[in-house]
């Protein structure tokens, strides 16, 4: 089945610094791809997606890349700042399509230190 | 602005106990979704619905079954809880395939 490996687990910046997560899945026909962000003590938010139409999406200090050879979507955030700070999951659409369903990958923490 | 609530926040139950864990919805979404999330294992889908009475299996449907009557109510239910069961829950849901899915707060079920 789809497989969505993401990294790192852990990641801490200083707060201005910019921020990359990667992440990869396994199957050639996924076409959604969206981020999540994860408060605490929250449930997860949709922060930005992309299709697989698409290279290239932006919205502010948030973008996201899409690799599809090599089948691999990346999350970048500029300008960190202290609020930045959360858990951020990616997710992919399953092999044979979707009815609705995602796989997620484990997720990356975010620290930004002011 | 779209609203996902579930019935409890924390969950307190005795293995063995048959246990109901309710979630609603107030925008009229045909999909409706059940997490687990654990620590280092991320989000892991139980169980979802892409209509009313209908439901199709997640990576991890073992133990669990779902009920879906109502288009806005989804519930998960733990038929005999145990203690590998003990985990935060997530409900979601979303107007179609391949749109944003909207989570509620969670209930953090601790099964003794």
């Known amino acids: 089945g789809e497989n969505v490996e993401q990294h790192p687990s852990t990641l801490s910046v200083q707060e201005g610094d910019s921020a990359v997560i990667k992440c990869t899945y396994s199957d050639s026909a996924s076409n959604y791809f969206p981020w999540y962000k994860q408060e605490l003590g929250k449930g997860p938010q949709l922060i930005i997606d992309i299709r697989s139409n698409v290279g290239e999406k932006k919205d502010q200090r948030i973008a996201v890349t899409l690799n599809k050879t090599a089948k691999h979507f990346s999350l970048h955030i500029t300008e960190t700042q202290p609020e930045d700070s959360a858990v951020y999951f990616c997710?992919?659409?399953?092999?044979?399509?979707?009815?609705?369903?995602?796989?997620f990958g484990k997720g990356t923490k975010l620290s930004v230190k002011p | 602005d779209v609203k996902v609530t579930q019935s409890s926040r924390y969950l307190v139950k005795r293995t063995g106990e048959k246990v109901f864990l309710e979630c609603v919805q107030d925008?009229?979404?045909?999909?409706m979704f059940w997490y687990r999330q654990d620590p280092g294992l991320g989000l892991r889908l139980i169980y979802f619905?892409?209509?009313?009475?209908?439901?199709e299996k997640g990576d991890i449907p073992e133990g669990y079954s779902v009920s879906r009557e109502k288009k806005e109510r989804f519930s998960l239910i733990l038929e005999s809880a145990s203690t590998n069961q003990t985990s935060m829950y997530l409900c979601?849901?979303?107007?179609?395939?391949?749109?944003?899915?909207?989570f509620g707060p969670g209930t953090r079920l601790t099964v003794t």
């Open positions: 619905s892409y209509d009313v009475k209908m439901k």
């Open positions: 979601a849901s979303s107007p179609g395939p391949l749109y944003e899915q909207y």
């Open positions: 997710a992919a659409t399953p092999p044979g399509g979707s009815q609705g369903n995602l796989i």
């Open positions: 925008m009229d979404h045909e999909n």
